[in-house]
């Protein structure tokens, strides 16, 4: 079992959506940081499958899944610097829910793979 709540990011991220997934039972022991497939052109954080978000919440991962700017609207470097700017609020542990810095990871389908390997190269 797992719980979901959906979030707004703060305004300087734009306060677009997000979803977070925690397991029911327990306070998470980690963070995976979920960008969605879609060529950059479509795609939503609730594209992620029952089966992901039950494994994972099941193991002690929260998912933070989140929205990014979508082209041909914004072009590679905005949602790269979206990407990489939503990365750096949630590792900073400055959560509405939460000042407890946790482990995390990246965690991306297709398109927001891509964004998450581009991320992982500057540092992030």
Do not use: K, N
Not at 80 to 106: E, I, T
């Amino acid at each position: 079992m797992y719980r979901t709540e959906q979030w707004r990011l703060p305004p300087q991220l734009g306060e677009r959506p997000l979803t977070r997934y925690t397991p029911a039972e327990a306070a998470p022991c980690a963070r995976l940081l979920y960008f969605h497939g879609g060529g950059l052109l479509y795609g939503s954080r609730e594209d992620l499958p029952e089966g992901h978000i039950r494994l994972f919440t099941d193991a002690g991962y929260e998912i933070l899944a989140f929205d990014y700017p979508l082209a041909p609207a914004a072009g590679l470097d905005e949602i790269l610097g979206f990407v990489r700017s939503a990365v750096s609020w949630a590792a900073a542990g400055q959560l509405p829910w939460s000042d407890q810095p946790l482990p995390y990871a990246l965690w991306g389908r297709s398109a927001g793979a891509y964004l998450c390997l581009l991320t992982a190269a500057y540092g992030e």
